[in-house]
């Protein structure tokens, strides 16, 4: 009997490709089939400039993939490749009555917020911040979830304790977002084995993207917390351009390199119109555990120093401490994991500032958490 990818692609051989005369499969526009438990993920390569007219063939290989026995999800993209020394198409204009209107964004069914926590650069513990910040919501009395969005190096699955689980596929298509320590948590890394790389074009990436938010079953929730890749590519700009983010948190380290990439990550998402909830300064100093001196490692201040000249708030400090670092690395978040304790009291305080920023009242003074 064919392989579950022999059959896909023997069902993609039936569709032409135009202006080709031979089918998508022979004519190398179909990327590496990538199936795992009865899930198929793909890619056509299509020309830029005539990308919308491949619409309904992408359409069609989707269908055609969903009608194979054994399938149970299929995702197909569009990659547009421009041919060098060409122009991209320009998207076509809409009418919004005025010319400075964003296009309507689509919410997600009982999600009342969305908050993404993004970063200019990889490495400022943006992933870190994200869970234990939701954990942070959690533990104030709201309902949580949390899209771990980077779709290139998810980490969610490991620092939530929940690497090797899947996903289960409810009777409507949809999928169960995983749960832990009260959240509801989606991430690719729970549909791909945790040492494979995403060899993905940017089109399937936010194809993919796309599902896990508009695909799963997440039920009420007052919050839903997406952990953004770091940078500003397509997924960032995917996610601010067609959800209904009601902000961002901004994650830096104290260093000028860092912020240098910080201050673009907030020109994005000034530009696509969504509010900068605030900056929090990560690994903003060192207590040696041995004799009690304070070493700013990286630097101090500059987050601070930043969100002032930037007009945004301030949310607050996280020390570089090993205990955060062990219980991320163990998935034992410290907010689950040692809720009272004085690593916990600088997430739930950066929490607390945000509720207020979406409350509208006034700024409470940025914690900065000292360990003994």
Known sequence: MPSLKEQVAAALSKLSMPGTGKDIVSAGAVS??????G??????????????????????????????????????????????????????????GHSHAMPAKNGIPGVKSIIAVASGKGGVGKSTT??????????????????????????????????GDKPEVNEDRTLAPLENYGLKVMSIGFLVDEETPMIWRAPMAVSALTQMLRESAWGDLDVLVVDMPPG????????????????????STPQDLALLDARRGVAMFQKVEVPVLGIVENMAYFICPNCGT??????????????????????GEVPLEMKIRETSDAGLPVVATEPSGPHAE??????????????????????RIVIE
């Open 232 to 251: 500003t590519g397509d997924v960032q700009l995917t996610m601010a351009q067609q959800v209904p983010l009601t902000g961002a948190v901004i994650v």
């Open 294 to 315: 304070h070493h700013d490692i990286f630097g101090h201040g500059g987050a601070a120093q930043e969100a002032r000249r930037i007009g945004v708030p301030f949310l």
């Open 39 to 96: 899930k198929v993920m793909l890619s056509i390569s299509v020309p830029a400039d005539k990308a919308a007219r491949f619409e309904p063939i992408r359409a069609a290989a989707e269908a055609a993939v969903k009608a194979i026995p054994g399938v149970v999800k299929a995702t197909v993209a569009l990659t547009a490749e421009v041919a060098p020394g060409s122009t991209p198409p320009k998207a076509p204009a809409q009418d919004h």
């Open 32 to 37: 590496d089939i990538y199936e795992k438990d």
């Open 130 to 163: 994200a869970v234990n910040f939701a954990l942070a919501l959690s533990a104030r009395g709201l309902k949580v979830g949390i899209l771990d969005a980077d779709i290139y190096g998810p980490s969610v699955p490991r620092l939530m304790g929940l690497s």
């Open 346 to 367: 600088s997430y739930l305080a950066i929490a607390d500032r945000v509720l207020d920023t979406l409350a509208g009242k006034p700024e409470r003074a940025a914690p």
